[in-house]
């Protein structure tokens, strides 16, 4: 049964859900830092590492080294990423192993499903930064209708929150509960990814000489 905006809401499962996909997001971003980083930064060891999870890199600190900073701004995002789900597991007591192995817990995970890009090996080096791009853009979005939701203690997002979002800087933020805990972190963690998809669409520009549309 597939999730819908008419579900009774129960927080506790939606919560858990959120946190299968915050884990997702992360996963999908060390896959970015993966192939981005032996295409370009240490492309002598492509042959060795082609595969991100059997030739896995198990201490993400790795990337940060390199001199890329499209590789440093994905590694920023991922860390955001990983310190709220740490956060979120704490606050409510998740077991992130068994939640990842719960059908129903993963089959909530898809209820604001971001775009994940599934095969990013073939694709080039330029391609990749503009599908992360639509990465991060669809992770912030993904994360705000969580935010809505926990605020409304709805599924069914109110219109005014939706048009909210597209206020400029903190003035997107402003109708959230910002007393509820979970929101509260939620809105901390957009408006750290944020400031990564700012620098990111900045470092693009300046990259490739024009403006950038991102990929669709």
Not at 2 to 10: E, T, Y
Not at 146 to 167: D, E, G, W
Request: glycine share 4%; net charge neutral; with cysteine.
């Amino acid at each position: 049964m597939k999730v819908s905006r008419n579900d009774p809401f129960d927080l506790n499962l939606s919560v858990r859900g959120l946190g299968v996909m915050i884990t997702y997001m992360h996963s999908d971003l060390y896959e970015y830092m993966y192939y981005m980083t032996f295409k370009r930064a240490m492309k002598s060891h492509g042959k060795e590492f082609t595969n991100a999870w059997t030739e896995s890199i198990d201490h993400l600190d790795f990337f940060e080294q390199t001199d890329d900073p499209f590789v440093n701004n994905i590694y920023t995002a991922t860390g955001r990423l990983i310190d709220a789900k740490h956060e979120l597991n704490i606050r409510w007591g998740i077991d992130e192993e068994e939640d990842l192995n719960d059908a129903l817990i993963v089959e909530q995970a898809q209820r604001y499903r971001p775009y994940l890009l599934l095969f990013k090996k073939s694709k080039s080096y330029k391609k990749l930064t503009q599908y992360y791009e639509r990465a991060l853009t669809e992770f912030i979005s993904c994360l705000y209708s969580y935010a809505c939701a926990y605020t409304a203690q709805s599924f069914k997002i109110p219109m005014v929150l939706k048009k909210q979002f597209n206020q400029p800087g903190a003035e997107s933020l402003r109708l959230l509960n910002h007393d509820d805990n979970t929101v509260a972190l939620l809105s901390e963690l957009i408006s750290g990814l944020k400031e990564d998809l700012e620098e990111l669409i900045t470092l693009r520009e300046k990259k490739y000489k024009k403006k950038i549309i991102p990929t669709t």
